[in-house]
């Protein structure tokens, strides 16, 4: 067959190689990594290896055992994968509920529907939320960072603290802009996130549809949730939630993917604003990282109907694909 008539896989969005595309979210994902070490330490350290290291162990597994061809290179999607779902746990997380959200996540999301760049869904996205519903009691619990950075190896594989959650209404601004709070690991520091944000962005490794109009339909929509929750209209505590829950982590690193999400202009702000609505519709009666990671699921399932439908509206227009290949 000549090389001039191949087509390109059904997932792939953009003309950038994979290699190039993962190393670059890794570097982006280094200052959440750095700050969640400092303020975690130790056990934060651990937690990131351990779901890196198993998630390319299972990845290993699952291309020998189905005997599936990885490429000329090592396949960095996997330490993408784990890291992220290493970022978006609590730091008392046992290692037994960090390997099940890195199984889920690699063997059921990911290597089921034909490895790196054919899922349908975020691997890490699923995994973690596996994780939320699987264990209810063992992630929902957020610590200091004093507390975990001496912590004995028993608690690596029992949890024996009472889970709590802080009381975000007392953090000050500037504790909100550096991650100095209770948090999951990687997805506390503001500052931190939009660093890697700016820089996906300038190396062209993310559309800003999904995530822009994600942060503004919180922003616009977010009085709603409260007057589900408690019968009145008011902004009071947006900004809190916005950077305390998580939110700017997924808007990032979880909706600016180039393989699940929708890769034009027109379905991923739909998907965006979609994804946005849903969890602030569902944030009263879900736990806060459920209502976060349920919606983006959801959107995943429809982006490449989205996707279809508008390629093929615009297909007399204009081109409907990002790459040439004539």
Request: charge should be neutral; proline fraction near 5%.
């Amino acid at each position: 067959m000549s090389t001039e008539s191949r087509q390109l896989a059904p997932f792939i969005h953009t003309e950038k190689n994979a290699p190039y595309i993962y190393i670059t979210i890794l570097v982006s994902l280094l200052p959440c990594v750095i700050c969640g070490i400092f303020y975690y330490g130790l056990r934060a350290a651990i937690l990131i290896l351990f779901c890196m290291a198993t998630f390319v162990l299972a990845d290993t597994v699952c291309t020998r055992v189905t005997k599936r061809r990885t490429g000329d290179y090592f396949d960095l999607s996997s330490l993408v994968e784990g890291l992220l779902i290493a970022l978006l746990l609590p730091p008392d997380t046992t290692l037994l509920i960090a390997l099940s959200a890195v199984l889920f996540a690699s063997v059921v999301t990911k290597q089921v529907f034909g490895g790196a760049g054919s899922n349908i869904i975020n691997p890490a996205c699923a995994g973690r939320l596996f994780a939320e519903l699987v264990w209810p009691n063992g992630i929902q619990g957020l610590s200091y960072g004093e507390y975990n950075s001496r912590f004995t190896l028993i608690t690596l594989i029992v949890q024996n603290e009472e889970k709590v959650h802080p009381d975000f209404s007392r953090i000050s601004f500037i504790e909100l802009l550096s991650g100095n709070f209770p948090g999951m690991i990687g997805t506390s520091c503001f500052v931190c996130i939009l660093i890697g944000g700016i820089f996906l962005t300038l190396k062209g490794t993310m559309r800003l549809y999904s995530p822009v109009s994600y942060i503004f339909t919180l922003l616009a929509f977010y009085p709603l949730s409260v007057l589900i929750e408690t019968g009145t209209f008011s902004y009071d505590g947006m900004i809190i939630y916005l950077f305390s829950s998580g939110a700017m982590f997924i808007a990032v690193f979880i909706l600016g993917d180039l393989t699940t999400m929708p890769s034009r202009f027109a379905p991923g702000v739909f998907a965006g604003v979609v994804c946005g609505v849903l969890t602030l519709i569902t944030k009263p009666f879900l736990s806060p990282m459920v209502s976060l990671l349920a919606p983006v699921v959801a959107v995943n399932f429809l982006s490449f109907v989205l996707d279809f439908f508008s390629k093929t509206l615009s297909r007399r227009k204009i081109h409907s694909r990002e790459v040439d290949v004539s």
